[in-house]
């Protein structure tokens, strides 16, 4: 992670009024009618053209029945036709909406499969501390800050810093943010979310000493003489992030609309939100049925909690445009941060292994629950232990609970990252059931450190898409925007060059692992469709299927390689309806 790593201060924090899905003491039948009077509404609200004609492009269907068009017709929201141009237009209705595309090239809508989409928009509204050179900038960055927003005591907080790029390579601590904001309590977490640096008045006020025991799931970094430096890792964040104000409902509803539209900008139709709190979900499907987002969203709440408690006694949640069937867990934390657990030690610090953010005492209850429930289960994953573990848990839930006593009998459930595995733990996917869902521009940026951190013989099964797919596993991509920029076209390069745009691309770096484009496409499309059980309505250019478009200026499954990063999203069609148009 790293290259274009950012996200916003305000991520994972708590909101207020974060209260029960349900309501308080809300029986489900009425909750089932409430959010289906919502779903009703969201269908009457939603932005979709009678009919639309895209001609004159080159459309790359996915179907491999009929791969390439140059024209398609959607109707009511749906693909009425797919093929030729003087065709297309025949077969549409009076009034509808014509548009040349001049060669240019039409795909499925592309799909994240896994993004986090409060997170996104505040990157848009707060301290943003992405692309940060060096600690020195980001001491001037802090800097201006405090002087942009002058007042005692009040908390300064940014994200986004990744040191892994800096020269040299080192955590910052609470003396280099003291020497900028002494008196005022500062927080900057980390690009992936699984650390963040104090400085001295922050720990003093969440009581942070040489005395204060590392939480489970979590570390204090300490300095030779066993002083906090400032650098938490994983849970231990919690001890100063409890102390942070939240963001108001109406800060995180405009955070909300701001990354959706910002999403389909950037050729997105849909997005895999990946862990939302109950305040979260509730805005999410007011936002969608009242027409201000347009993004699609297969939405999975946070858990174990309180969010997911609802969700295991209510069962899924189908509205038009935003879907709530999962579950997001953790098992471990981050490589970059060492809170990935490791099944040997860090290369680069041999004293540890990595952080395991729940047991599997813990989860394996909780999953048999979910699987009987229906519920899809995605667990972030980052080392090879914590990879094993989770696969060793989904293989006891899923014989603890045969298909026959299952609501779904095919659960699909996820590994969310899956970034490093040992090489007896791939086949297991296939044979499990179980989908990879990665992010390719994590290998890019983690190629920076990644070799350090794992060492030589571990990085055969690090970021292994092209191992997973020869062992037939389905693998779904996605950006996990906001720790990665979230650009598809970022996406489809690192799945396809495994080389930093800078040409940067060590030698170690297992290029083997490269995707071809056609496999690439289908990361966005075909994979996300399956993982979200829409393969019938999404994921390729067929008739019947929803009329969800993403169009390009360049086509990039023929330009070459260094040309993907310059192409851009010219058009966003989602239920037939263009939701963003380059003017």
Same mark, same amino acid.
């Given at each position: 992670m790293g290259v274009w790593a950012s996200a916003p201060p305000s991520a994972g924090q708590r909101h207020p009024a974060d209260a029960p899905l349900s309501g308080p003491r809300l029986d489900h039948s009425i909750l089932r009618t409430i959010f289906f009077i919502i779903a009703a509404i969201a269908l009457t609200n939603a932005v979709?053209?009678?009919?639309?004609?895209?001609?004159?492009?080159?459309?790359?269907?996915?179907?491999?029945?009929?791969?390439?068009?140059?024209?398609?017709?959607? &109707?009511d929201g749906r693909i009425a036709f797919v093929g030729g141009a003087a065709e297309a237009q025949r077969? *549409?209705? /009076?009034?509808?909406? &014509?548009?040349?595309?001049?060669?240019?090239? &039409?795909?499925?809508?592309?799909?994240?499969?896994?993004?986090?989409?409060?997170?996104?928009?505040?990157?848009?509204?707060?301290?943003?501390?992405?692309?940060?050179?060096?600690?020195?900038?980001?001491?001037?960055?802090?800097?201006?800050?405090?002087?942009?927003? #002058?007042?005692?005591?009040?908390?300064?907080?940014?994200?986004? +810093?990744?040191?892994?790029?800096?020269?040299?390579?080192?955590? #910052?601590?609470?003396?280099?943010?003291?020497?900028?904001?002494?008196?005022?309590?500062?927080?900057?977490?980390?690009?992936?979310?699984?650390?963040?640096?104090?400085?001295?008045?922050?720990?003093?006020?969440?009581?942070?000493?040489?005395?204060?025991?590392?939480?489970?799931?979590?570390?204090?970094?300490?300095?030779?003489?066993?002083?906090?430096?400032?650098?938490?890792?994983?849970?231990a964040m919690d001890l100063v992030r409890r102390l942070v104000p939240g963001a108001?409902?109406?800060?995180? *509803?405009?955070?909300?609309?701001?990354?959706?539209?910002?999403?389909?900008?950037?050729?997105?139709?849909?997005?895999?939100?990946?862990?939302?709190?109950?305040?979260?979900v509730r805005l999410l499907q007011r936002l969608s049925a009242e027409g201000k987002t347009k993004l699609r969203l297969f939405v999975a709440v946070s858990g174990p909690g309180a969010a997911a408690e609802e969700l295991l006694g209510t069962g899924s949640l189908v509205g038009e445009n935003c879907r709530v069937r999962g579950i997001k867990c953790y098992i471990d934390g981050a490589l970059g941060s060492r809170g990935a657990a490791l099944l040997e030690p860090y290369a680069d610090a041999p004293a540890s292994r990595g952080l395991l953010l729940n047991t599997p005492e813990k989860l394996l209850p909780f999953f048999?629950?979910?699987?009987? *429930?229906?519920?899809?289960?995605?667990?972030?994953?980052?080392?090879?232990?914590?990879?094993?573990?989770?696969?060793?848990?989904?293989?006891?839930?899923? *014989?603890? &609970? #045969?298909?026959?006593?299952?609501?779904?009998?095919?659960?699909? +459930?996820?590994?969310?990252?899956?970034?490093?595995?040992?090489?007896?733990?791939?086949?297991?996917?296939?044979?499990?059931?179980?989908?990879?869902?990665?992010?390719?521009?994590?290998?890019?940026?983690?190629?920076?450190? /990644?070799?350090?951190?794992?060492?030589?013989?571990?990085?055969?099964?690090?970021?292994? +898409?092209?191992?997973l797919l020869d062992a037939g596993a389905i693998v779904a991509g996605g950006s996990d925007a906001p720790v990665e920029r979230g650009e598809p076209m970022i996406e489809f390069y690192a799945a396809v060059a495994r080389r930093a745009p800078d040409g940067f691309a060590n030698a170690d770096w297992r290029r083997e692992q490269r995707v071809t484009r056609a496999e690439a496409l289908k990361l966005f499309t075909l994979g996300p469709a399956f993982a979200s059980f829409e393969e019938k309505e999404r994921g390729s250019i067929e008739v019947g299927k929803v009329a969800d478009f993403t169009v390009l200026s360049a086509d990039i499954l023929e330009i070459p390689e260094a040309e993907i990063l310059k192409t851009r999203c010219v058009m966003t069609v989602i239920a037939g309806a263009i939701v963003w148009e380059q003017r």
């Open positions: 979709r053209a009678a009919a639309l004609v895209l001609t004159q492009g080159r459309v790359y269907t996915g179907d491999a029945k009929q791969p390439r068009a140059e024209a398609v017709l959607a &109707v077969r *549409a209705p /009076a009034g509808a909406r &014509v548009i040349d595309l001049a060669g240019r090239t &039409v795909f499925p809508g592309f799909v994240d499969a896994h993004a986090h989409l409060v997170g996104i928009g505040f990157r848009e509204l707060n301290f943003n501390l992405e692309g940060t050179a060096g600690l020195g900038e980001l001491q001037e960055k802090l800097r201006r800050r405090a002087a942009s927003e #002058p007042g005692p005591g009040g908390w300064i907080v940014g994200r986004g +810093w990744i040191e892994s790029q800096w020269s040299p390579p080192k955590f #910052p601590t609470r003396a280099d943010l003291d020497a900028v904001v002494p008196d005022r309590p500062v927080v900057l977490t980390r690009a992936d979310g699984h650390a963040l640096v104090a400085n001295s008045r922050a720990l003093a006020l969440a009581r942070i000493d040489r005395t204060t025991p590392n939480p489970s799931g979590g570390e204090i970094l300490r300095d030779a003489n066993g002083e906090a430096t400032g650098l938490l890792i994983d849970q108001t409902e109406a800060e995180t *509803a405009r955070a909300i609309v701001i990354g959706a539209e910002r999403e389909v900008r950037l050729g997105w139709t849909q997005i895999h939100v990946a862990g939302a709190s109950t305040s979260e048999i629950r979910a699987l009987r *429930a229906g519920l899809q289960v995605q667990t972030h994953a980052i080392g090879d232990r914590g990879n094993r573990l989770v696969l060793d848990l989904y293989e006891q839930a899923f *014989a603890a &609970v #045969p298909p026959g006593e299952r609501k779904v009998a095919e659960p699909r +459930w996820r590994i969310e990252h899956a970034q490093v595995l040992h090489a007896d733990d791939i086949p297991r996917f296939k044979r499990l059931g179980v989908i990879a869902s990665m992010q390719p521009s994590h290998a890019i940026g983690d190629l920076y450190f /990644a070799p350090s951190r794992l060492g030589p013989a571990r990085l055969g099964g690090a970021y292994a +898409w092209r191992s």
